[in-house]
C-alpha cells in the first residue's frame, strides 16, 4: 500500500510561483510513476506532470509546459511540483498520484492507483 501527503499549497497572486510536494510512504519510491493531476470547480480532474519511475523521463500538459516542473526526490521519497508564472486558471485542488510499480508513463487519471487528499492552490489576479 502507499499513502500519499501533499503540501504545499496555497494563495498566490498571478505571476507567482509555489511549490508543492509530495510525500510518500511504502514501496520503493524510485519504481513509481509519479504524477501531478488538478481540479477546479465543476471541471474534470486534468492531468499536469509525470513523473516515470526511475525519473528519466516527464510528460507536461501543454497549458503547464515551460512554466511547472515536476522533480523526485527518491532518498526523500517525494516528489514536487514547481509552478512559476503562475495564472488564475492554474486555480484548483491538485492531487499526487502514483501508478503501480513499473508502470510508464500516463495523462490518464484511471491509470493511477494511489492519490492524495489533495492540495488547494488560488492564484488571484
Known amino acids: 500500500q502507499v499513502q500519499l501527503v501533499e503540501s504545499g499549497g496555497g494563495l498566490v497572486q498571478a505571476g507567482g510561483s509555489l511549490r508543492l510536494s509530495c510525500a510518500s510512504s511504502?514501496?520503493?519510491?524510485?519504481?513509481?510513476?509519479m504524477g501531478w493531476f488538478r481540479q477546479a470547480p465543476g471541471k474534470e480532474r486534468e492531468f499536469v506532470a509525470a513523473?516515470?519511475?526511475?525519473?528519466?523521463?516527464?510528460r507536461y500538459a501543454d497549458s503547464v509546459k515551460g512554466r511547472f516542473t515536476i522533480a523526485r526526490d527518491s532518498a526523500k521519497n517525494a516528489v514536487y511540483l514547481q509552478m512559476n508564472s503562475l495564472k488564475v486558471e492554474d486555480t484548483a485542488v491538485y492531487y499526487c498520484?502514483?501508478?503501480?510499480?513499473?508502470?510508464?508513463?500516463?495523462?490518464?487519471?484511471?491509470?493511477?492507483?494511489?492519490w492524495g487528499q489533495g492540495t488547494q492552490v488560488t492564484v488571484s489576479s
Open positions: 498520484a502514483a501508478r503501480a510499480p513499473y508502470r510508464t508513463l500516463s495523462a490518464n487519471s484511471y491509470d493511477y492507483a494511489y
Open positions: 511504502g514501496r520503493p519510491f524510485s519504481s513509481y510513476t
Open positions: 513523473s516515470k519511475w526511475g525519473g528519466a523521463d516527464t
